[in-house]
């Protein structure tokens, strides 16, 4: 069983950038493909980036490309969100997932999930 927890959520201007960390415990971690999915009230959580094994493929929501960068590091269990060029569309609870298989944008396919963390981005 994987355990997730999220960190480096906060406030932040519009224009500005924050850094999310998600470490693993409980598993071996560079087995693990990780994503990062977000959620804002009344809709549904939506896929923003995701990372294979060891790091190799990443995939991104077209509405953070070019913006946002996944990373991961497994001698440290934890996996990273770069987020800039923040605009107020991106303030929702930040999820940290992990699964088994290979980096998809299904939320359903990852079965570990972290409790989440807010990133508010103020215009």
Same mark, same amino acid.
């Given at each position: 069983?994987?355990?997730?927890?999220?960190?480096?959520?906060?406030?932040?201007?519009?224009?500005?950038?924050?850094?999310? $960390?998600?470490?693993?415990?409980?598993?071996?971690?560079?087995?693990?493909?990780?994503?990062?999915?977000?959620?804002?009230?009344?809709?549904?959580?939506?896929?923003?980036?995701?990372?294979?094994?060891?790091?190799?493929?990443?995939?991104?929501?077209?509405?953070?490309?070019?913006?946002?960068?996944? $990373?991961?590091?497994?001698?440290?269990?934890?996996?990273?969100?770069?987020? $800039?060029?923040?605009?107020?569309?991106?303030?929702?609870?930040?999820?940290?997932?992990?699964?088994?298989?290979?980096?998809?944008?299904?939320?359903?396919?990852?079965?570990?999930?972290?409790?989440?963390?807010?990133?508010?981005?103020? $215009?």
């Amino acid at each position: 069983q994987v355990q997730l927890v999220e960190s480096g959520g906060g406030l932040v201007q519009a224009g500005g950038s924050l850094r999310l $960390s998600c470490v693993a415990s409980g598993g071996t971690f560079s087995g693990y493909t990780m994503a990062w999915f977000r959620q804002t009230p009344g809709k549904e959580r939506e896929f923003v980036a995701a990372i294979s094994r060891v790091a190799t493929i990443t995939y991104y929501a077209e509405s953070v490309k070019g913006r946002f960068t996944i $990373s991961r590091d497994n001698a440290k269990n934890t996996v990273y969100l770069q987020m $800039s060029s923040l605009e107020p569309e991106d303030t929702a609870v930040y999820y940290c997932a992990a699964d088994l298989g290979p980096p998809v944008r299904d939320q359903r396919n990852y079965d570990y999930w972290g409790q989440g963390t807010q990133v508010t981005v103020s $215009s």
